[in-house]
């Protein structure tokens, strides 16, 4: 089992920066892949970000070039920077780890972070 705790979620006025953190209950390096999806009140869960094992980075359209997702893996913690934030960037934030095991694999999820940009 992965256990995953977000945190760094709060209000930001449209312009404003925040930082994300998940930390995982075990070696990031053992997760093939992480990332950052988000869901809006009424609106289907959607990726923001990922990150592979191996430092290769993927980000969805609406993000490039205001957010970046890193890790650290000295702390188990993966980040992710969020830049030029938008009103339409307000949603509850969760974190994932996708795990390989021989048999197949199984996602983890964090509680969510709220994120709120808003003047």
């Known amino acids: 089992q992965v256990q995953l705790v977000e945190s760094g979620g709060g209000l930001v006025q449209p312009g404003g920066s925040l930082r994300l953190s998940c930390v995982a209950s075990?070696?990031?390096?053992?997760?093939?892949?992480m990332g950052w999806y988000r869901q809006a009140p009424g609106k289907q869960r959607e990726l923001v970000a990922t990150?592979?094992?191996?430092?290769?980075?993927n980000y969805a359209d609406f993000v490039k070039g205001r957010f970046t997702i890193s890790r650290d893996n000295a702390k188990n913690t993966v980040y992710l920077q969020m830049n030029s934030l938008k009103p339409e960037d307000t949603a509850v934030y969760h974190c994932n780890g996708r795990k390989t095991y021989v048999l197949g694999w199984k996602d983890y999820w964090g509680q969510g972070t709220q994120v709120t940009v808003s003047s």
């Open positions: 075990t070696s990031i390096l053992s997760i093939n892949a």
């Open positions: 990150i592979t094992s191996g430092g290769s980075t």
